[in-house]
Nanobody, 125 residues
Framework: QVQLVESGGGLVQTGDFLRLSCAVS????????MGWFRQTPEKEREFVAA????????NYAGSVKGRFTISRDNDKNTGYLQMNSLKPEDTAVYYC????WGAGTGTLPSSYPIWGQGTQVTVSP
């Protein structure tokens, strides 16, 4: 059974950076497309970024394009979300998600059958 564990969240100031990690176990990581989503109490879970199982295709939400970078290391069975120039509106619980043979195009939560538990990111003004 594939399991995802996020780490790297925390409290930072506006303009700072964080790198989230998503460690994958129980499956063949190179078969999995990865996605990152975020959610606040006021909003539904929203798409942040996605990467294909091969790593050759990436996709970003407009609100993070140019600031966030999604990547993967198949040797380490880990996906990453590098978040630069953070803003208070980036404050949310961030979730990583996986789909088998994903092309990096899935922007809906329903596209991903496997989810991590989430990690809190808080950006102070």
């Amino acid at each position: 059974q594939v399991q995802l564990v996020e780490s790297g969240g925390g409290l930072v100031q506006t303009g700072d950076f964080l790198r989230l990690s998503c460690a994958v176990s129980g499956g063949t990581f190179s078969n999995l497309g990865m996605g990152w989503f975020r959610q606040t109490p006021e909003k539904e879970r929203e798409f942040v970024a996605a990467i294909s199982y091969g790593g050759g295709n990436t996709n970003y939400a407009g609100s993070v394009k140019g600031r966030f970078t999604i990547s993967r290391d198949n040797d380490k069975n880990t996906g990453y979300l590098q978040m630069n120039s953070l803003k208070p509106e980036d404050t949310a619980v961030y979730y990583c998600a996986a789909d088998f043979w994903g092309a990096g195009t899935g922007t809906l939560p329903s596209s991903y059958p496997i989810w991590g538990q989430g990690t809190q990111v808080t950006v102070s003004p």
